[in-house]
C-alpha cells in the first residue's frame, strides 16, 4: 500500500482555492445549491485520493463530523414541527396580528433586532428565534415600505448575538468547553467585542429603518392582512404564550431539544383547545406544514409554512455539507494551512486574534457554515500560539465565537443561511444587511491593538498593566 503523502503548503492552498472557486461558480451559474456543495465535496474526495489517504480513515472522520451536526439536525425538525403547529393553532398569526396593530414602522427594524436577541439569549437557539419571532417581524414588514431583507438582516443578526451571548446555547458551550474556560468567564470576555458591536449595529438598524421606511405603513395593506388573520384564526393575547414558553424552559435550564419538545406539547394542546385544530390535523401540519387558502393573495404565503418536510431540503443540504466538511478535515489541508501558511505571519498578538478570525472564516467558508468543526478546528490549531503568547484562552474561546458562530449566517452556500432562506422565504440578499456580523470582528481587532479585553495567561488585564505579551 502506498503512503499517505502530507500536503504540502502550495497543494493546501490550491485544494482550498479551487473548492472555492467551484462553490461561487456553481452557485452564481445558479446551479442547486445542495448539487453544488455535493460538487466541491468531490473535489475535496479527489484531493483526498491524490494524498493516498485511506477511504477507512475518511469514513471515520466523516461519522465523527456528522455525529457532531446530529443535534443540530434534530433541532431543525423541531424547529419545522413547531412552525407547522403554532401557524395552525394561532400563535404565529397572533404576533403577527398583534405586531401590526401595536409596531410603529419607524421602529420595526431595530425592534426586530431586539426581540430577535431576546429570544435567542433565553433560548440559546438562533435557528428556533428565526423560525418563531423573526418570521412574525417579516410578516409585519409585509404591511410597510420598509425592504423585507433589511428586516431579515435585523432578525438574523439579532438572532445570532442572543445565540452567541447565551449559556444555554450550544456554540457558546463548545467554544468555552474546548478552550477550556469556564462558561461565565467566556461570556463575560464576550462582552468587550459583542455589546460595543451590538450598540453600532443597533444605530444603523434604528437609522435605515427610518430613512427606508419614512415612517409610513400601507394601512389598507395591514386592514387587509389583519380582517384575514381574524376571519380564519382566533385571535387571542393568550396564543402567544407558546412562544413565551420557549423562553420560559431557558429558565430551568433544560437542554434546548428537551426545552422544545415541552414547547411542542403545549403548543399542541393550545391549539387544540383555541382553535379546536384535531390531533390528527396538528400531527399532519407537524409533519407537512401548514396549509391554507384564505383568498388574499399576500397572506397566503405568510401562512403556508413549517413542518419536518420544508426542512428536508435543508437537512439534505446540511448532510453533504457535513460530508464535505468532513472530508477535508481528513485531508489535513486545514492544519497546513494555519501551521504553514498564516501561522508564519504571526509576531504579535494583534496579528494572533486576526488570523484566528481569518482562519475561523476559511474553515466556515470550506464547511458550508459549519459552526462547530470552526470553532473546534481553529482552537486546536491555535491554542499552542496563545499560550505561547501569554494570552489568556478566554481570549481565544471569544474570538472563536466572533468568526467561527457569527460567520455561519453569511456563508451563501452555509447552512444557517439556507436555513433563513427556506424559512422566512428570501435569498441572500439579506447578507450586505447583516452589519453587526461583519462589526463584531472590527472590536475583535480594536481590543487586540490597544489591549482592551485582553489578559494574560495568570488573567491579568493587559489594559491596566501594559504589560507586554511576550513573542513566539
Avoid at 204 to 233: N, P, Q, R, W
Avoid at 267 to 276: E, K, L, T
Avoid at 328 to 349: H, Q, R, S, W, Y
Wanted: with cysteine.
Amino acid at each position: 500500500m502506498k503512503e499517505r503523502k502530507i500536503p504540502s503548503p502550495a497543494f493546501a492552498v490550491v485544494s482550498f482555492v479551487v473548492i472555492i472557486t467551484v462553490l461561487v461558480v456553481l452557485i452564481n451559474l445558479n446551479v442547486d445549491t445542495t448539487m453544488s456543495v455535493f460538487a466541491a465535496a468531490i473535489i475535496a474526495a479527489g484531493c483526498a485520493f491524490a494524498l493516498r489517504i485511506p477511504w477507512e480513515e475518511i469514513e471515520r472522520t466523516l461519522l465523527r463530523v456528522v455525529s457532531d451536526c446530529i443535534p443540530t439536525f434534530l433541532i431543525v425538525i423541531m424547529v419545522g414541527m413547531l412552525v407547522g403547529i403554532w401557524m395552525a393553532g394561532g400563535t404565529v398569526p397572533s404576533l403577527m396580528y398583534y405586531g401590526m396593530k401595536l409596531i410603529s414602522p419607524k421602529i420595526l427594524v431595530p425592534l426586530s433586532f431586539v426581540l430577535c436577541a431576546l429570544s435567542a439569549e433565553f433560548t440559546g437557539t438562533s435557528f428556533g428565534s428565526v423560525a418563531t419571532m423573526g418570521l412574525a417581524m417579516v410578516g409585519v414588514a409585509s404591511t410597510t415600505s420598509v425592504p423585507v431583507p433589511l428586516v431579515i438582516g435585523a432578525v438574523v443578526c439579532g438572532a445570532w448575538f442572543g445565540d452567541k451571548m447565551s449559556p444555554l446555547s450550544d456554540t457558546t458551550n463548545l467554544a468555552s468547553g474546548v478552550s477550556k474556560v469556564p462558561l461565565y468567564e467566556h461570556i463575560n470576555s464576550m462582552l468587550y467585542t459583542t455589546i460595543p458591536a451590538a450598540v453600532v449595529a443597533l444605530v444603523l438598524f434604528t437609522v435605515a429603518g427610518l430613512v427606508y421606511s419614512g415612517g409610513e405603513m400601507d394601512a389598507s395593506k395591514a386592514e387587509l392582512i389583519c380582517s384575514t388573520l381574524t376571519a380564519h384564526f382566533k385571535i387571542n393575547p393568550i396564543l402567544i404564550l407558546p412562544a413565551i414558553l420557549v423562553l420560559l424552559v431557558s429558565v430551568f435550564k433544560l437542554p434546548a431539544l428537551l426545552g422544545m419538545g415541552i414547547t411542542v406539547v403545549v403548543s399542541v394542546i393550545f391549539a387544540m383547545v383555541f382553535q379546536g385544530v384535531g390531533l390528527v390535523k396538528l400531527m399532519n401540519c407537524a409533519a407537512n406544514g401548514f396549509s391554507i387558502e384564505t383568498g388574499v393573495a399576500l397572506v397566503d404565503p405568510m401562512l403556508n409554512r413549517g413542518g419536518i418536510t420544508s426542512m428536508t431540503g435543508l437537512l439534505v443540504t446540511f448532510m453533504i455539507a457535513s460530508v464535505m466538511g468532513g472530508i477535508i478535515t481528513a485531508t489535513g489541508i486545514l492544519d497546513v494551512l494555519a501551521k504553514d501558511v498564516l501561522l508564519k505571519f504571526i509576531k504579535n498578538k494583534s496579528v494572533l486574534v486576526i488570523t484566528t478570525l481569518i482562519y475561523c472564516y476559511i474553515v466556515n467558508f470550506l464547511t458550508a457554515g459549519g459552526q462547530t468543526v470552526s470553532i473546534i478546528v481553529t482552537e486546536q490549531t491555535f491554542e499552542d500560539a496563545f499560550d505561547r503568547m501569554n494570552i489568556h484562552r478566554r481570549v481565544l474561546s471569544r474570538t472563536l465565537e466572533d468568526a467561527g458562530t457569527l460567520s455561519a449566517p453569511v456563508v451563501p452556500w452555509g447552512v444557517a443561511t439556507l436555513f433563513v432562506m427556506s424559512t422566512l422565504g428570501c435569498g441572500t440578499e439579506y447578507i450586505k444587511f447583516a452589519w453587526f456580523i461583519f462589526i463584531v470582528p472590527i472590536f475583535s481587532i480594536l481590543c487586540a491593538v490597544t489591549g482592551i479585553g485582553m489578559w494574560d495567561r495568570e488573567g491579568n488585564p493587559l489594559w491596566k498593566k501594559g504589560k507586554k505579551v511576550a513573542k513566539v
